[in-house]
């Protein structure tokens, strides 16, 4: 799932970025705010790749129980500003296997840590 969401941010593919994503899925934003419809994640994913930051991840190993998958992944995103940090989130996703066998998220906390 991992190296599939890392090409979709790398070619901007923002159509495969919601593939990933069952239809009713849940995303938790920092601050509680929730997306629960595709359009809104499409702009949230639109405006990570405008904003043009390039990140670097490593998935946690997967942990699954028949269709249900618990993954994390440890992103470095570069600072925006000269002398700044560069900022390490960690994610949590819960997806569920799909009868062709793919995998697609149910709930999505991209800053989980």
Known sequence: MHATF???MQDHDVDALLDLFEPNA???LP???QLTATDARRDMFTGLLTAGTGMVGTQRTA???DEIALTSTTY???ADKAGAAPTTVTTAEV???QPD???RV???APAFS
């Open 31 to 33: 601050h509680g705010t």
């Open 6 to 8: 890392a090409k979709a």
């Open 26 to 28: 849940i995303t938790a």
């Open 106 to 108: 149910v709930f999505d």
């Open 76 to 78: 470095t995103i570069p």
């Open 95 to 97: 997806s569920r296997r």
């Open 101 to 103: 066998g793919s995998w």
């Open 63 to 65: 942990l699954i129980a």
